[in-house]
Protein backbone atom coordinates (compact mmCIF):
# COMPACT_ATOMS: atom_id res chain seq x y z
CA UNK A 1 0.00 0.00 0.00
CA UNK A 2 2.90 2.19 0.19
CA UNK A 3 4.65 1.73 -2.98
CA UNK A 4 5.10 4.96 -4.76
CA UNK A 5 5.23 3.91 -7.98
CA UNK A 6 2.08 2.52 -7.61
CA UNK A 7 0.29 5.36 -6.99
CA UNK A 8 1.48 7.21 -9.89
CA UNK A 9 0.41 4.83 -12.52
CA UNK A 10 -2.98 4.04 -10.31
CA UNK A 11 -3.66 8.39 -11.09
CA UNK A 12 -2.75 8.07 -14.54
CA UNK A 13 -4.78 5.09 -15.51
CA UNK A 14 -7.51 7.35 -13.39
CA UNK A 15 -7.11 10.26 -15.90
CA UNK A 16 -6.37 8.35 -18.86
CA UNK A 17 -9.49 6.73 -18.29
CA UNK A 18 -11.14 10.40 -17.84
CA UNK A 19 -9.78 11.64 -20.76
CA UNK A 20 -10.64 9.29 -22.83
CA UNK A 21 -14.21 9.29 -21.13
CA UNK A 22 -14.69 13.02 -21.81
CA UNK A 23 -13.67 12.62 -25.54
CA UNK A 24 -16.79 10.12 -25.89
CA UNK A 25 -19.22 12.46 -24.34
CA UNK A 26 -18.30 15.51 -26.14
CA UNK A 27 -18.39 13.03 -29.55
CA UNK A 28 -21.79 11.79 -28.76
CA UNK A 29 -23.35 15.24 -28.18
CA UNK A 30 -22.20 16.18 -31.45
CA UNK A 31 -23.69 13.15 -33.12
CA UNK A 32 -27.22 14.37 -32.25
CA UNK A 33 -26.94 17.37 -33.84
CA UNK A 34 -25.15 15.49 -37.27
CA UNK A 35 -26.98 12.29 -38.68
CA UNK A 36 -24.02 9.84 -39.72
CA UNK A 37 -22.67 6.96 -39.00
CA UNK A 38 -19.49 6.61 -36.62
CA UNK A 39 -16.83 3.87 -36.76
CA UNK A 40 -15.36 3.48 -32.77
CA UNK A 41 -12.13 1.89 -32.63
CA UNK A 42 -10.16 1.59 -29.18
CA UNK A 43 -6.70 1.43 -28.20
CA UNK A 44 -5.56 -0.61 -25.09
CA UNK A 45 -3.13 1.78 -23.06
CA UNK A 46 -1.16 -0.62 -20.57
CA UNK A 47 -0.57 1.06 -17.46
CA UNK A 48 2.37 -0.43 -15.36
CA UNK A 49 5.91 0.10 -13.94
CA UNK A 50 7.22 1.06 -17.12
CA UNK A 51 5.61 4.55 -17.27
CA UNK A 52 8.56 6.63 -15.70
CA UNK A 53 7.74 8.60 -12.24
CA UNK A 54 6.27 12.22 -12.31
CA UNK A 55 7.49 14.27 -9.98
CA UNK A 56 3.85 16.31 -9.93
CA UNK A 57 1.39 12.97 -9.94
CA UNK A 58 3.91 12.42 -6.60
CA UNK A 59 3.18 15.28 -5.46
CA UNK A 60 -0.47 15.53 -5.91
CA UNK A 61 -1.10 12.07 -4.55
CA UNK A 62 1.58 12.80 -1.34
CA UNK A 63 -1.36 13.46 1.04
CA UNK A 64 -3.44 10.89 0.21
CA UNK A 65 -0.68 8.27 0.53
CA UNK A 66 0.01 9.44 4.06
CA UNK A 67 -3.91 9.88 5.11
CA UNK A 68 -3.89 5.85 3.98
CA UNK A 69 -1.04 5.14 5.46
CA UNK A 70 -1.92 6.48 8.61
CA UNK A 71 -4.95 4.74 9.05
CA UNK A 72 -3.69 1.76 8.28
CA UNK A 73 -1.26 1.65 10.87
CA UNK A 74 -3.60 3.04 13.74
CA UNK A 75 -3.16 0.53 16.40
CA UNK A 76 -6.40 -1.38 17.39
CA UNK A 77 -4.90 -4.14 20.09
CA UNK A 78 -1.98 -5.91 21.00
CA UNK A 79 -0.91 -9.13 20.58
CA UNK A 80 1.36 -11.08 22.90
CA UNK A 81 2.48 -13.51 20.96
CA UNK A 82 2.89 -14.21 16.84
CA UNK A 83 -0.01 -16.31 15.74
CA UNK A 84 0.72 -18.25 12.57
CA UNK A 85 -1.82 -20.88 10.78
CA UNK A 86 0.90 -23.41 10.44
CA UNK A 87 0.94 -23.98 14.24
CA UNK A 88 -1.53 -26.42 15.11
CA UNK A 89 -2.74 -29.68 13.25
CA UNK A 90 -6.27 -29.72 13.42
CA UNK A 91 -7.04 -26.62 14.43
CA UNK A 92 -4.99 -23.00 15.34
CA UNK A 93 -4.98 -20.32 17.15
CA UNK A 94 -5.46 -17.87 14.56
CA UNK A 95 -8.14 -20.16 12.86
CA UNK A 96 -9.95 -20.20 16.17
CA UNK A 97 -9.65 -16.37 16.48
CA UNK A 98 -11.32 -15.54 13.14
CA UNK A 99 -13.98 -18.55 13.19
CA UNK A 100 -14.56 -16.80 16.69
CA UNK A 101 -14.71 -13.31 15.34
CA UNK A 102 -16.94 -14.68 12.89
CA UNK A 103 -19.23 -16.02 15.06
CA UNK A 104 -19.60 -13.26 17.31
CA UNK A 105 -19.15 -10.02 15.25
CA UNK A 106 -21.66 -11.65 12.65
CA UNK A 107 -24.61 -12.81 15.03
CA UNK A 108 -25.80 -9.64 16.20
CA UNK A 109 -26.51 -8.64 12.88
CA UNK A 110 -27.80 -12.20 11.88
CA UNK A 111 -30.16 -12.14 15.18
CA UNK A 112 -31.64 -8.53 14.61
CA UNK A 113 -32.53 -10.12 10.63
CA UNK A 114 -33.90 -13.14 11.47
CA UNK A 115 -34.38 -13.75 15.22
CA UNK A 116 -31.88 -16.50 15.13
CA UNK A 117 -28.77 -16.98 15.90
CA UNK A 118 -25.48 -18.67 14.47
CA UNK A 119 -24.54 -21.94 15.64
CA UNK A 120 -21.40 -22.79 14.00
CA UNK A 121 -18.73 -20.98 11.57
CA UNK A 122 -16.59 -22.81 8.67
CA UNK A 123 -13.78 -20.75 7.21
CA UNK A 124 -11.14 -21.69 4.88
CA UNK A 125 -7.64 -22.50 5.95
CA UNK A 126 -6.02 -21.16 3.15
CA UNK A 127 -7.93 -18.04 3.59
CA UNK A 128 -5.37 -16.94 6.20
CA UNK A 129 -2.57 -14.90 4.27
CA UNK A 130 -0.26 -13.59 6.57
CA UNK A 131 0.23 -14.38 10.81
CA UNK A 132 -0.55 -11.83 13.24
CA UNK A 133 2.93 -11.18 14.45
CA UNK A 134 3.62 -10.43 18.02
CA UNK A 135 2.90 -6.30 19.08
CA UNK A 136 0.56 -4.02 17.58
CA UNK A 137 -2.21 -4.84 16.19
CA UNK A 138 -3.09 -2.40 13.46
CA UNK A 139 -5.72 -2.17 10.40
CA UNK A 140 -2.76 -2.85 8.25
CA UNK A 141 -3.17 -6.07 9.79
CA UNK A 142 -6.25 -6.93 9.11
CA UNK A 143 -5.73 -6.03 5.85
CA UNK A 144 -2.53 -8.40 5.78
CA UNK A 145 -4.60 -11.60 7.07
CA UNK A 146 -7.40 -11.32 5.15
CA UNK A 147 -6.59 -9.00 1.85
CA UNK A 148 -10.00 -10.68 0.26
CA UNK A 149 -13.02 -9.08 -0.19
CA UNK A 150 -15.09 -12.09 1.17
CA UNK A 151 -18.31 -11.41 3.42
CA UNK A 152 -20.29 -12.93 5.75
CA UNK A 153 -23.02 -15.40 4.66
CA UNK A 154 -25.49 -17.84 7.07
CA UNK A 155 -26.46 -20.62 5.51
CA UNK A 156 -29.72 -23.05 6.70
CA UNK A 157 -29.03 -26.41 6.63
CA UNK A 158 -30.19 -29.79 7.93
CA UNK A 159 -28.51 -32.16 10.34
CA UNK A 160 -28.09 -34.56 7.75
CA UNK A 161 -25.93 -32.28 5.52
CA UNK A 162 -23.75 -30.81 8.26
CA UNK A 163 -22.57 -34.56 8.37
CA UNK A 164 -21.33 -33.52 4.81
CA UNK A 165 -19.55 -30.81 6.23
CA UNK A 166 -18.27 -33.15 9.09
CA UNK A 167 -16.55 -35.57 6.36
CA UNK A 168 -14.94 -33.18 4.76
CA UNK A 169 -13.03 -32.19 7.74
CA UNK A 170 -12.48 -35.74 8.18
CA UNK A 171 -11.29 -35.89 4.60
CA UNK A 172 -9.33 -32.61 4.67
CA UNK A 173 -7.28 -33.32 7.82
CA UNK A 174 -5.95 -29.50 7.68
CA UNK A 175 -6.97 -26.92 10.04
CA UNK A 176 -9.91 -25.48 8.78
CA UNK A 177 -11.30 -22.20 11.31
CA UNK A 178 -14.87 -23.46 12.69
CA UNK A 179 -16.45 -22.32 16.02
CA UNK A 180 -19.36 -23.68 17.38
CA UNK A 181 -18.60 -26.93 16.11
CA UNK A 182 -17.01 -29.68 17.98
CA UNK A 183 -15.55 -32.62 16.44
CA UNK A 184 -13.32 -35.90 17.96
CA UNK A 185 -11.91 -38.19 15.37
CA UNK A 186 -9.65 -41.25 15.99
CA UNK A 187 -6.53 -42.62 15.01
CA UNK A 188 -8.16 -43.30 11.51
CA UNK A 189 -10.50 -40.09 11.24
CA UNK A 190 -13.38 -41.74 11.63
CA UNK A 191 -15.72 -39.26 13.89
CA UNK A 192 -15.91 -40.35 17.54
CA UNK A 193 -17.90 -37.45 18.37
CA UNK A 194 -19.37 -34.51 16.75
CA UNK A 195 -21.20 -31.53 18.40
CA UNK A 196 -23.17 -28.11 17.92
CA UNK A 197 -23.08 -26.00 21.07
CA UNK A 198 -22.51 -28.75 22.83
CA UNK A 199 -25.70 -31.22 21.40
CA UNK A 200 -25.70 -34.11 19.12
CA UNK A 201 -26.50 -33.42 15.90
CA UNK A 202 -30.23 -34.09 14.48
CA UNK A 203 -30.48 -34.98 10.46
CA UNK A 204 -33.68 -33.17 10.42
CA UNK A 205 -32.90 -30.20 12.76
CA UNK A 206 -31.87 -26.61 11.28
CA UNK A 207 -28.26 -25.29 12.27
CA UNK A 208 -26.98 -21.77 10.82
CA UNK A 209 -23.80 -22.28 9.69
CA UNK A 210 -21.60 -18.93 9.27
CA UNK A 211 -19.04 -18.79 6.60
CA UNK A 212 -18.22 -16.92 3.56
CA UNK A 213 -19.31 -16.00 0.21
CA UNK A 214 -16.46 -18.21 -1.71
CA UNK A 215 -16.99 -20.87 0.10
CA UNK A 216 -20.48 -20.81 0.16
CA UNK A 217 -20.26 -20.86 -3.83
CA UNK A 218 -18.32 -24.19 -3.81
CA UNK A 219 -14.66 -22.84 -3.37
CA UNK A 220 -12.38 -25.10 -1.29
CA UNK A 221 -14.84 -27.45 -3.17
CA UNK A 222 -17.15 -27.37 0.23
CA UNK A 223 -19.71 -28.48 -2.11
CA UNK A 224 -21.71 -29.31 0.53
CA UNK A 225 -22.98 -25.78 1.17
CA UNK A 226 -24.82 -26.28 -2.65
CA UNK A 227 -27.36 -28.18 0.05
CA UNK A 228 -28.12 -25.20 1.84
CA UNK A 229 -32.20 -24.88 1.61
CA UNK A 230 -31.47 -20.52 1.86
CA UNK A 231 -28.39 -18.49 2.59
CA UNK A 232 -28.31 -15.18 4.15
CA UNK A 233 -26.07 -12.35 2.61
CA UNK A 234 -25.05 -10.09 5.72
CA UNK A 235 -23.03 -7.73 3.85
CA UNK A 236 -20.56 -7.52 6.44
CA UNK A 237 -16.64 -8.61 4.97
CA UNK A 238 -14.64 -11.02 7.33
CA UNK A 239 -12.05 -8.21 6.96
CA UNK A 240 -14.40 -5.49 8.96
CA UNK A 241 -15.30 -8.34 11.31
CA UNK A 242 -11.76 -8.72 12.60
CA UNK A 243 -10.91 -4.28 12.37
CA UNK A 244 -14.07 -4.39 14.70
CA UNK A 245 -13.47 -7.07 17.11
CA UNK A 246 -9.78 -5.91 17.55
CA UNK A 247 -11.26 -2.03 18.42
CA UNK A 248 -13.11 -3.33 21.30
CA UNK A 249 -10.53 -5.59 22.76
CA UNK A 250 -7.45 -4.42 24.11
CA UNK A 251 -5.39 -7.85 24.11
CA UNK A 252 -5.85 -11.08 21.80
CA UNK A 253 -5.49 -14.11 23.79
CA UNK A 254 -6.15 -16.58 21.15
CA UNK A 255 -5.17 -21.17 21.92
CA UNK A 256 -5.14 -24.02 20.47
CA UNK A 257 -7.97 -25.93 22.10
CA UNK A 258 -10.21 -28.85 21.58
CA UNK A 259 -12.53 -27.54 18.67
CA UNK A 260 -10.75 -30.38 16.26
CA UNK A 261 -9.73 -33.38 17.96
CA UNK A 262 -7.81 -36.65 17.47
CA UNK A 263 -7.47 -39.33 20.22
CA UNK A 264 -5.77 -42.58 20.41
Do not use: W
Amino acid sequence: MDNPTYYNYLIKNILYKGFFLLMLIMHFSSCKKKKHSIKAEGVRIEINETIPDNADIDAFIKPYRVHVNNTLDSVLAYAPHTYNKKDGILNTAIGNLMADIVLEQANPFFKSKTKNEIDMVLLNHGGIRAPILKGNITTRTAYQVMPFENSIVVVEMKGIHIKELIKYLQKSRIAHPISGLKLIVDTNFDAVEALINERKIRDEETYFVGTNDYLYNGGSEMYFFEQAEKAHKLNYKIRNAMIDYFKKVDTITPIIDDRFLQVN
